[in-house]
C-alpha cells in the first residue's frame, strides 16, 4: 500500500493533510545521561529484565525507559505492545502487552487520545480502523510483515471471482486493503471458532498456509488456502525439534500454528502466542521449547521461575525494528503516522469488528 492509500480523513481543503506534530507538538529531546536519581526511580523496571541485560549494559537503557514512561503520560498516551517485542519494550514501558487479539480487543477499550504501537503496521492499522478518531503511531514505519505482504486486495478480489459465494476469512496479519474485500477476520487464538461461526461448508482461509492446513485438521469445513508464510516460523523444521526431544525426552514443545503441519504434529501444545504463554503458566513444564519468536520465551521467562526456557532462536526483523529510541522519537516527534484511507477504512473496521464481537 502507497504512504498516499493511507491518508485519513485530517484534512483541510486548503491546508492538505494537519500532521500529528501540528496537532500535538513537538517535545524537545530530554537530556539522555545516566543519573543517580534515574537509577533509582528505574530500579524496580530492571529487577523484571536484568535476566536480560547485563548491569553494565542498564545505564543506556534507562534514560530512555525513564524519559518513554515520563513523556507517554505528559502526552496522555498508552503504549501497547506484542509479544515479540524485546525484554526491555515488553516489561519497562508498554503499557498494555498480548498476541494479535489481545492487541485489538484492548485497542477499542483505550481511552488515551494516543496510541503508540509496538509491533508491525498491519498491528497498528488494526488499531487505527478501530479507533479512526484517535492519533495511532508506529515507532517504525517500515516493521512490516512477510504475511501481509504475500497478498494484497486485488489478490482477494480475483479468489472471489474464483469462488463466488465463498466466505472469506482473513487473518489479522494483512494490509487494511485486503481486510476491506474480507468477510471476518481472524487471529491464530480464533481461527477455528471464526470459522465454525459460518454457515458455509467451504471457506477461504488466507493468507497463511500453514495456518490454514493446520485448522482444516480441526474441522469439518473443506478450507480453501493461500501460499503465504511467516518468514519467521517458516523456518521451523520437525527434524529439528526431533532431534531436541531425542536428546531430552523430558521437553515439552509448544509450536504456534503459523508453522509447518509437520512442526505441529511433533509439539505437545500448538496455540497462539497467548494460549502458548498460558499453557506455560498452568503447566509449568521443566524444560519447554517454544516453536515461536524468540523474544516471547524472554518475556515469559522474567515472569515464571523453575521453567527452563530451550531458545531455537528465530528473530522477527521486522518486530527488532522497534527500539526504545524509535519509542522515544514517536513520542517526541509524534511519528509515524498510521493513516488509511477512508475509502476501505469503513469496510476493514467490519471485518475486524466481527472477529472482535465473534462470541467464543
Request: glycine residues 4%.
Amino acid at each position: 500500500m502507497t504512504t498516499s492509500q493511507r491518508l485519513e480523513s485530517t484534512i483541510t481543503p486548503a491546508l492538505g493533510p494537519i500532521s500529528a506534530a501540528e496537532r500535538f507538538g513537538i517535545i524537545e529531546r530530554p537530556d539522555l545521561a545516566f543519573t543517580p536519581a534515574i537509577a533509582r526511580e528505574t530500579e524496580h523496571l530492571y529487577e523484571r529484565v536484568k535476566q536480560f541485560i547485563p548491569a553494565f549494559e542498564w545505564p543506556v537503557y534507562a534514560p530512555y525507559v525513564h524519559a518513554i514512561n515520563r513523556i507517554k503520560k505528559e502526552r496522555g498516551a498508552v503504549i501497547l505492545a506484542h509479544n515479540y517485542q524485546t525484554p526491555d519494550i515488553f516489561h519497562c514501558v508498554a503499557d498494555i502487552v498480548g498476541d494479535s487479539l489481545q492487541l485489538a480487543r484492548d485497542a477499542t477499550k483505550v481511552d488515551s487520545e494516543i496510541i503508540i504501537q509496538c509491533g508491525v503496521h498491519f498491528m497498528a492499522e488494526t488499531s487505527k480502523l478501530l479507533n479512526p478518531e484517535k492519533t495511532v503511531l508506529i515507532p517504525d514505519g517500515k516493521a512490516g510483515c512477510s504475511l501481509s505482504e504475500s497478498i494484497t486486495g486485488a489478490d482477494v478480489r480475483l479468489l472471489k471471482e474464483r469462488y463466488p459465494g465463498v466466505p472469506v476469512v482473513t487473518y489479522v496479519n494483512t494490509s487494511a486493503d485486503v481486510k476491506a474485500e474480507t468477510d471476518i477476520c481472524c487471529t491464530s487464538s480464533n481461527v477455528l471458532a471464526v470459522i465454525e461461526s459460518l454457515e458455509s461448508d467451504t471457506v477461504l482461509c488466507i493468507p497463511d498456509e500453514y495456518l490454514a492446513m493446520n485448522v482444516a485438521k480441526q474441522t469439518k469445513k473443506k478450507i480453501l488456502t493461500w501460499k503465504g508464510h511467516c518468514e519467521v516460523h517458516e523456518r521451523f523444521t520437525a527434524a529439528e525439534l526431533l532431534a531436541y526431544k531425542e536428546a531430552d525426552p523430558s521437553i515439552e514443545i509448544i509450536g504456534h500454528p503459523e508453522c509447518h503441519p509437520d512442526v505441529i504434529a511433533v509439539c505437545d501444545f500448538a496455540g497462539s502466542t497467548s494460549g502458548m504463554i498460558n499453557y506455560v503458566k498452568d503447566k509449568r513444564p521443566a524444560r519447554v521449547l517454544l516453536v515461536t519468536e524468540c523474544s516471547m520465551a524472554s518475556n515469559i521467562q522474567a515472569e515464571i521461575t523453575g521453567v527452563d526456557f530451550i531458545k531455537p532462536c528465530n528473530l522477527c526483523p521486522h518486530m527488532k525494528r522497534i527500539t526504545l529510541p524509535k519509542i522515544l522519537d514517536s513520542l517526541l516527534f509524534m511519528t509515524e503516522e498510521v493513516l488509511v484511507d477512508p475509502a476501505i477504512a469503513g469496510r476493514a473496521r467490519l471485518a475486524v469488528e466481527r472477529m472482535v464481537n465473534l462470541k467464543q
